[in-house]
């Protein structure tokens, strides 16, 4: 099996690069709130103690 694919470049104007950073900075708040999320979930399940039956 062969795997074929284009390969381009592109050049973005003044515009697009401010619209691109403004994307990537709030995808990275995004990603950094979830984190905290899960971390802080994770650390009340390892303090919770598990039930002995």
């Known amino acids: ?6 390969k381009l470049r ?7 690069q401010l619209k691109i950073k403004l994307n990537f ?3 990275r708040f ?3 709130q979830m984190l905290n999320i899960t ?3 994770i650390m009340i399940a390892i303090s919770m103690p ?4």
């Open 39 to 41: 971390v802080v979930v």
């Open 30 to 32: 995004v990603w950094n």
């Open 10 to 16: 592109l050049y973005p104007n003044q515009d697009q």
């Open 50 to 53: 598990l039930p002995i039956f």
């Open 1 to 6: 099996m062969t795997y074929q694919g284009i």
């Open 25 to 27: 900075g709030c995808n």
